[in-house]
């Protein structure tokens, strides 16, 4: 893979895959202002992170954490850029500035969970549990194919954030440099043969009804193949990638401290090896747990981004040539601290009473969700006689765009359930809370 090809500006949508004209801001300014202003990634201000939102401490919503990882992923982006320009001299004949790479990490990194649905990863397995366990998931197999059923049973948050970037309604038209450094699992969720050495493989990025979308986006940016509807990641998805590893280990850590999960000895003791000589415990005295919270996290953080354009420097051209597939931060100094700050999460923060008891919510409402509206949508469409006054009042709550016309032979099951399924993994949490306490009865509107 060539980088003169890969930073191309070319847009998804454009026939002629022409630049938008703009005097004050490059094309990766451009998408990063596009997403900003647009409603999936507003609708992230009401997503849970990782704890339900309290009311006597700040935590992270998805919005926030998004945010966060943009702005590592700016820095990052800016230093690959810088290195990039200077072991490539010919690039900077194309106009590219380490500005604007910085500005697509920026950008991909602040649609990382656009996909996301409600109550987090919870939501995605409740969508897959639901097609594999639930009678009324079940009914619609018989008319799929195999890979569409697969795409059903195995919700991926990242598939579902590249068809909403790539979708017609929400009109963002970004960059295919953005899209592509956005894809950290270039492949369908059906494939031959899944390598489990490559980090790039242990999920899927889009899902089939995308898969010509992907693959202009491919073609145009010149990104190779390695197997069977697999292609290598575009270099800067390693960045995105490092950016959130960053962010949600050094910040769901500082929640869990805020909220009184993880001591704040225990907090030190974690970010003291990655800090190393940088890190003096008599600077912690005399000031407040969240003044020294903060400084620490600061510190972790730059600290991480070094050591991460580091990491990149020395396997760039691996990544130009698909032979390195691994996670940046699995390849850093820091990479044993960070495991240790995973595992800790994982017993103390993750499986926490009050994020359990959010997660066990969350498969409630989703499931509830999904076989309300599924069962009226699969009655009207395959079981007319069973089709019933209630059904009637379940489809009115769809959207007004809800592609409810043209039932019989031409009826599209997989795209009326993904369509289904953007409504649905779309919903803000609370939004999703209340729309299930109406279907069901456990409350009115107004209520």
């Known amino acids: 893979m060539k980088w003169e090809k890969l930073l191309s500006r070319g847009r998804f949508g454009d026939v002629a895959s022409k630049a938008t004209n703009s005097s004050t801001r490059s094309e990766f300014e451009i998408d990063y202002d596009r997403i900003i202003f647009s409603a999936p990634f507003r609708n992230l201000q009401d997503k849970t992170q990782v704890f339900p939102l309290p009311d006597n ?4 919503t998805r919005l926030t954490h998004s945010l966060e ?3 590592v992923g700016r820095s990052l982006g800016k230093e690959a850029g810088n ?10 004949e194309t106009g590219i500035t380490a500005y604007e790479i910085g500005a697509i990490v920026a950008a991909a990194s602040l649609t990382h969970d656009i996909g996301n649905p409600p109550f987090g990863h919870a939501g995605e397995e409740a969508i897959s549990d639901f097609f594999k366990h639930n009678a009324s998931g079940q009914v619609w197999q018989k008319h799929l194919r195999e890979d569409q059923w697969s795409d059903l049973c195995n919700f991926e948050g990242n598939a579902q954030g590249f068809r909403m970037l790539v979708s017609k309604d929400n009109g963002l038209k970004l960059t295919y440099a953005t899209l592509a450094a956005f894809t950290k699992y270039p492949r369908p969720s059906h494939i031959p043969h899944r390598d489990i050495a490559r980090k790039s493989q242990k999920k899927f990025g889009f899902f089939i009804n995308q898969f010509a979308d992907f693959e202009r986006m491919a073609k145009f940016l010149g990104m190779d193949k390695n197997g069977t509807d697999c292609w290598c990641r575009h270099p800067l998805a390693f960045l995105v990638e490092a950016a959130d590893d960053i962010c949600y280990s050094i910040i769901d850590l500082e929640d869990g401290c805020t909220t009184g999960l993880v001591s704040f000895e225990e907090t030190v003791e974690l970010l003291a090896p990655i800090l190393k000589d940088r890190f003096d415990p008599e600077k912690l005295k005399g000031r407040t747990m969240t003044q020294n919270l903060g400084a620490l996290r600061a510190l972790a953080i730059g600290q991480l981004i070094q050591e991460s354009v580091e ?11 698909g032979t390195f597939d691994k996670a940046l931060t699995d390849v850093i100094p820091s990479a044993k601290a960070l495991g240790k700050i995973t595992d800790l999460s994982v017993q103390k923060i993750y499986r926490s009473q009050v ?4 997660e066990a919510a969350g498969f409630q409402v989703i499931e509830g969700l999904l076989a309300v509206f599924s069962s009226a949508i699969y009655n009207k469409c395959y079981e007319p006689e069973q089709f019933s006054g209630k059904d009637k009042s379940i489809l009115r709550l769809l959207p007004e765009d809800f592609p409810l016309n043209g039932w019989g032979e031409e009826v599209n099951p997989y795209g009326l359930i993904r ?8 919903m803000t949490d609370k939004y999703a809370l209340s729309l299930y306490r109406r279907v069901n009865g456990i409350s009115f509107p107004g209520n």
């Open 419 to 426: 369509s289904l399924i953007d409504y649905i993994s779309g």
């Open 355 to 358: 994020v359990l008891e959010k």
């Open 57 to 60: 401490a700040f935590v992270h």
């Open 69 to 71: 990882v943009s702005s």
């Open 83 to 92: 290195y990039l320009l200077e072991k490539y001299p010919k690039l900077q």
């Open 311 to 321: 990491a990149f420097r020395a396997n760039e051209e691996g990544m130009r040539k």
